[in-house]
C-alpha cells in the first residue's frame, strides 16, 4: 500500500460547480498538510497548509482534514476554468525542522466553462 | 512573497553530456532544499535533500555518481545530470525551506524540463 493515495482522474466539472478532491494515507506520523496545485509544465504552488484536524479555508478553497480516518480532503467553490489544474495532496512526518514531502500521485481537474 | 527560480527552464542535451540545473533562493537563506523528478502523468519522487555546505541525501534508487547535487551556498543549489540519456528526460523540480525563524513554508521552483536526444 503507498503512503498516500490519490486519484487521478480526471475530473471534469461545469463552471460553478463545488469540487471535491481528496486524498487518504497510511501512516499516523503525518501530521502537516498541504494541496499544491500545479499547472501544465510548471511548478506545484501552494493552496493550503493545514496541521489539525477541522477544517480551514481560505477564499473559496476550504481545506478538511480528518486525522482518525486518514483522509484530506480539498473543496473548491464556485469553481472557474482557470481553476484547471492538477491538484496534489502532501504531507510530511513534522512542520518543524524536517519538510520532506510525501505526494499523492495528482487529481487532473478540469472546469468546463 | 518568496522566490524559488530555477534555470534553465527548459533545456535539450545529447546522450552522453551533462547539464547543470540550478536552483535559488531570491529573498530568503535555504539551509535545506530538495530535488524531485517528475515524468509525464506522475506524481512528484523526491531524489534527494540537499542541505548547505554537507553531502546530499539520496533516496533509495537514486544514483549519487549520475546526479550530482552541490549546495554550496544557502541560497543556490546545483544538480548536474552527468552523462545523461533518454531515460533522463524528465521534468526536474526543486523546493527550498527557509532557515528557521524565515518562515515555515516549502516554496518550490517553476521547474526544468530537460530533453535528452
Known amino acids: 500500500q503507498k503512503e498516500v493515495e490519490q486519484d487521478p482522474g480526471p475530473l471534469s466539472v461545469p463552471e460553478g460547480a463545488i469540487v471535491s478532491l481528496n486524498c487518504t494515507y497510511s501512516n499516523s506520523a503525518f501530521q502537516y498538510f498541504m494541496w499544491y496545485r500545479q499547472y501544465s509544465r510548471k511548478g506545484p504552488e501552494l493552496l493550503m497548509y493545514?496541521?489539525?484536524?477541522g477544517n480551514k479555508e481560505d477564499g473559496r478553497f476550504t481545506a478538511q482534514v480528518d486525522k482518525s480516518s486518514k483522509y484530506i480532503s480539498l473543496f473548491i467553490r464556485d469553481s472557474q476554468p482557470s481553476d484547471s489544474a492538477t491538484y496534489l495532496c502532501?504531507?510530511?512526518?513534522?512542520?518543524?525542522?524536517?519538510?520532506?514531502?510525501?505526494f499523492g500521485k495528482g487529481t487532473k481537474l478540469s472546469v468546463i466553462p | 512573497g518568496a522566490v524559488v527560480s530555477q534555470h534553465p527552464s527548459r533545456v535539450i542535451c545529447k546522450s552522453g553530456t551533462s547539464v547543470k540545473i540550478e536552483c535559488r533562493s531570491l529573498?530568503?537563506?535555504?539551509?535545506?532544499m530538495f530535488w524531485y523528478r517528475q515524468f509525464p502523468k506522475q506524481s512528484l519522487m523526491l531524489m534527494a535533500t540537499s542541505n548547505e555546505g554537507s553531502k546530499a541525501t539520496y533516496e533509495q534508487g537514486v544514483e549519487k555518481d549520475k546526479f550530482l547535487i552541490n549546495h554550496a551556498s544557502l541560497t543556490l543549489s546545483t544538480l548536474t545530470v552527468t552523462s545523461a540519456h533518454p531515460e533522463d528526460s524528465s521534468f526536474y523540480i526543486c523546493?527550498?525551506?527557509?532557515?528557521?525563524?524565515?518562515?515555515?513554508?516549502?516554496?518550490f521552483g517553476e521547474g526544468s524540463w530537460l530533453t535528452v536526444v
Open positions: 529573498d530568503f537563506q535555504a539551509t535545506t
Open positions: 502532501a504531507m510530511t512526518r513534522s512542520g518543524a525542522g524536517s519538510y520532506q514531502l510525501t
Open positions: 493545514t496541521y489539525s484536524s
Open positions: 523546493s527550498a525551506t527557509p532557515r528557521a525563524g524565515q518562515g515555515n513554508t516549502i516554496y
